[in-house]
């Protein structure tokens, strides 16, 4: 649980922080404070068998990784693209953060598979929860804002805010939940209390009005049904449905619903609200694409901020691929142009070499990933795999490619996917038939035996 506890500061920890630092004014604005909290996270990842025991990563993914880090320092040093660039420290600083959680995490015992989902899902909630109160106790906020923890001042005076990490922490919380409501062996009691937090997640979701996110969570749940719900599961619901019980069921979950608005009516309207707002601006985007006319107005509708950035982008990577082709061979230098597409940008300013291996990699966990959803072989991998899908639609909607926000959900990725079959069997949902000792395959005994002559 310590161990769970750690990583879920490393990865998740910015809502947190901010709430800390913002909300409760332990150390506003403080960088220290932010780093301080990160390694506290990397002490409590530190297993008793540090160092004396290794556990296999996904050798392949873990490998384009590593290299793809070192093409990146290289670039930094001999390839620059950013005129008068002084970031070395900071930089260098944000890659050895993700060398030091990936190589925590090759300590880390695959043992903390058990108890890894219910301590996601106390740790977002409690981050979800200390965002609601950060909203209520803001004077400056208003409801109709995006979710989020409001600081400092921008140019015209008003306090902001980044909805991002609230968001995501949000969407793993819905993942988390989901897993561990579906998993047959979660009791009844702990079930209910699992979909209710879930529900929440997803109303503070629907108020970060993140659109990367809310687009994964659509992908997430379209996926979920593709792997888990057959044809003759939905033929055999509807026949379900014919029974005086289910009939009955149907009728108090209506008129639940139906109490629940009335008394809490003003809820309903607020995520109500959020919800049109949200459809409305993507809507003015559509619009903006097709040349047309905003809805009721005589202009043309026009792309937001972000949207606009990305449009540019990828005007100028079709500009430099039908002109320039030249120059996506080598790229053209570290940190060259912000594109806010991380893959595009990896590609442009480290030419080939940056494609092949921060492309590719996010490729293969793709895969694993599919792969896991179709066998579902233990809660962790499971919500490794769902949570991947936002990690996947940031690579065409924000960031970049050097930032933390990737490489601590890509180091569990590299520690967890893809080697399901090298963990014990009584961590698995179905074990085998087989067994080696305690194993599904003679390999993963092998390797066990050679880290105990080890340690």
Request: hydrophobic letters at 50%; glycine letters at 6%; aromatic letters at 16%.
């Amino acid at each position: 649980m310590r161990i769970v506890l750690g990583i879920c500061m490393v990865v998740d920890g910015p809502p947190l922080i901010t709430f800390l630092k913002e909300t409760v004014h332990l150390a506003p604005n403080s960088q220290a404070f932010t780093a301080a909290f990160q390694g506290l996270g990397f002490v409590l990842m530190i297993p008793f068998t540090f160092l004396r025991r290794l556990y296999t990563p996904n050798i392949l993914l873990f490998w384009m990784a590593i290299w793809f880090i070192i093409l990146c320092i290289f670039y930094m040093f001999y390839f620059n693209g950013e005129p008068g660039f002084k970031g070395y420290a900071t930089d260098l600083t944000y890659f050895a953060f993700s060398l030091v959680f990936i190589l925590l995490l090759l300590n880390v015992p695959n043992d903390i598979i058990e108890v890894a989902i219910p301590v996601i899902i106390l740790f977002t909630f409690i981050s979800n929860l200390a965002l609601l109160y950060a909203m209520v106790t803001d004077p400056t906020w208003s409801i109709g804002q995006r979710a989020a923890i409001n600081y400092g001042t921008t140019d015209t005076g008003e306090r902001m805010g980044n909805p991002h990490i609230f968001a995501r922490n949000a969407l793993m919380c819905v993942v988390a939940c989901g897993v561990w409501a579906f998993r047959s062996q979660t009791g009844p009691l702990m079930r209910i209390a699992t979909l209710f937090t879930g529900a929440f997640s997803i109303a503070i979701l629907i108020m970060t009005q993140t659109r990367s996110s809310i687009v994964a969570l659509a992908i997430v749940v379209g996926l979920f049904l593709f792997f888990n719900v057959r044809p003759a599961q939905i033929k055999s619901a509807i026949r379900g449905l014919r029974h005086p019980f289910s009939l009955i069921t149907i009728f108090l979950m209506f008129f639940a619903f139906s109490m629940f608005v009335r008394k809490y009516n003003d809820v309903y309207g607020i995520l109500y609200g959020y919800a049109v707002s949200f459809m409305e601006r993507n809507l003015e985007n559509v619009y903006a694409l097709l040349g047309l006319q905003s809805s009721g107005a005589a202009y043309k509708a026009a792309l937001d901020a972000s949207a606009a950035n990305r449009a540019v982008s990828a005007n100028f990577f079709s500009n430099v691929v039908v002109g320039h082709m030249e120059m996506l061979i080598f790229g053209n230098g570290y940190k060259f142009l912000y594109l806010d597409v991380p893959v595009m940008e990896a590609w442009v300013n480290h030419g080939i070499p940056g494609l092949v291996l921060f492309g590719g990699m996010n490729i293969l966990i793709l895969y694993y990933c599919f792969r896991v959803m179709k066998n579902n072989p233990n809660p962790l991998s499971t919500f490794l795999a769902y949570f991947y899908i936002l990690i996947f639609v940031q690579l065409f909607t924000n960031g970049r490619p050097y930032e933390q926000s990737f490489w601590y959900p890509l180091g569990l990725m590299i520690r967890f996917i893809g080697i399901e079959s090298l963990f014990p069997v009584r961590l698995w949902n179905n074990p085998p038939s087989v067994d080696y000792n305690g194993y599904a395959v003679p390999s993963a005994l092998s390797a066990t035996d050679d880290e105990t002559a080890a340690s």
